[in-house]
């Protein structure tokens, strides 16, 4: 089955671990590594023969315009990462307007493409953001991949379905495309969906829920990571030791995960594998009841 592959394009001090740490003030001084991480990415994929949606930071495409033009011309599918990285439900709607509007411009002058898909930085569109489902469609996504059905300190909709499907705003229909999860029990959904829990778990935990997802459920798998995920040299700059494990264990080992993973499945690009948005998925409205199995 061919399953979907995901990357947030973000420098190495983006992540919300590291923001506690690091102003956005600081940003502009601090060494870049993204285009490197990128290069060595595109390297893997090339070899593999494998295409990836990248969701791309305003931010990044404003300072690396060269390295976005390089995704594109790779052949690879363009999402929006936000602007500045700020979690959703951290905005008000206009902020949340106006940082989702700078991305686009900068992606657009970057590499001439206009984002339709959106990811919401660490899935932080929860239930109490939902609101930001309307100002994408009014913005002119079709596709989001943001919601997380699972539990989390930070984010996720437990009850959200599992596979893709249409959400009902006010201002439309908007297609929602999750991240991998396996069902365990009525009361239990576990993450398989790549990022920290491909760098902090053992390979097969991955690859044994791809497959049961495959296999089992006859569902792709949507898998993601991030450039700084596979740079064991970036400068450590999270605080706290909950923060520094969520952050770099596993960096070391993860391009060869990557690798197996690209060896064993196959991958491409969100468009490929879930085809014209809209298409054959269960519709729910925003605020209604939701059933953790629905989907396609």
């Not at 490197?36 to 070899?47: E, T």
């Not at 593999?48 to 594109?72: D, M, Y």
């Not at 085809?275 to 009841?289: N, P």
């Amino acid at each position: 089955m061919l399953n979907a592959l995901t990357i947030d394009v973000e420098e190495y001090f983006h992540p919300t671990e590291v923001q506690t740490a690091v102003a956005q003030s600081q940003w502009a001084a601090l060494p870049s590594r993204v285009e490197g991480q990128l290069f060595q990415i595109l390297k893997l994929l090339d070899a593999r023969r494998t295409k990836a949606t990248f969701f791309v930071l305003g931010w990044v495409a404003e300072r690396h315009p060269r390295a976005i033009q390089k995704i594109v011309a790779a052949g690879h599918e363009i999402g929006c990462h936000s602007h500045t990285h700020q979690l959703v439900y951290s905005l008000t709607p206009e902020e949340f307007r106006r940082d989702t509007r700078r991305a686009v411009a900068a992606i657009e002058d970057a590499c001439g493409v206009t984002p339709r898909v959106y990811r919401a930085p660490s899935y932080s569109i929860t239930e109490k953001s939902m609101w930001a489902l309307e100002i994408l469609v009014e913005e002119g996504f079709v596709d989001d991949s943001s919601i997380y059905p699972i539990a989390h300190d930070r984010y996720g909709i437990p009850r959200s379905p599992r596979f893709a499907h249409v959400i009902e705003t006010p201002a439309g229909p908007i297609r929602e495309l999750p991240i991998a999860t396996v069902k365990i029990s009525n009361d239990w959904v576990a993450p398989i969906g790549g990022g920290g829990y491909l760098r902090l778990l053992p390979y097969r935990y991955t690859s044994a829920g791809i497959r049961r997802l495959n296999r089992d459920e006859k569902q792709p798998a949507c898998i993601y990571f991030h450039p700084w995920e596979i740079d064991p040299d970036q400068p450590r700059l999270a605080s706290g030791l909950i923060a520094r494990m969520r952050t770099y264990t596993g960096v070391k080992g993860m391009i060869r995960k990557l690798d197996r993973l690209l060896t064993e499945f196959q991958f491409s690009t969100l468009s490929q594998v879930y085809g014209e948005a809209g298409r054959s998925a269960a519709v729910i409205a925003v605020g209604e009841g939701i059933d953790p199995g629905g989907g396609l």
